[in-house]
């Protein structure tokens, strides 16, 4: 009988090439699991930021209104300049108020257009007229508190105003477009509601 070896078993002390492959893979799936977890957290935090925002700006309109026989805020709301004061500015509006945290462009907010503009089909004559300057077309006394968007995401347009309107919504939030309301109450909207059911309209006088 050949004698046995004297050497001790030893046991793999390496992984396999498919084994290694498939803890690359887990490691992977993990990091991508935890990157989409940490991505929809930052997104709620900037949307909860967002409404907070708009929260504030609705808040600050209606201050200046009560020293502005009660009117909406004017066009140029967010101007700097003296022709338009007094406006937001000096009620509190911050550079950091008005810009959203869910995109780099500065002063991402708007007016709702309609509040600033008549519906009745009477001329607005723009920075042209006075009034533009003054305070927008409506006062809170005519607009529904719940229904009528006061503030709503958009972006810098091509006039130089920031107003908002279905061709400058800006939907940056899952698809959705933040709106605060004349009670200071805050949501999202799809863009069916503002291009279908012209949402912006709301609350308006007939």
Known sequence: MPPRSS??????????????????????????????????????????????????????AQLQSAENGGRVPQGMWYYEGSVARPNLWDYGMTEELIQCASTELPRSYGINLNVIKPNNGTNWGGSGDPNFWKYGAYGYDQLDPVKTVLFADTFHTTTGYYYVNSVHA?????????????????????????????ILQDGLPN
Do not use: W
Request: proline share 1%; net charge negative.
């Open 7 to 60: 050497t001790p078993f030893r046991g793999r002390s390496a992984f396999t090439l498919i084994e290694l492959l498939a803890v690359i893979a887990v490691v992977a799936l993990l990091a991508g699991l935890l990157f989409s977890a940490l991505t929809h957290v930052r997104a709620m935090a900037q949307q909860a930021q967002c409404a907070n925002n708009l929260r504030e700006l609705a808040r600050l």
């Open 170 to 198: 800006d939907y940056r939030h899952g698809d959705k477009m933040q709106v605060s309301y004349v009670d200071g109450h805050v949501g999202l909207v799809t863009r069916e509601e503002v291009e279908v059911d012209q």
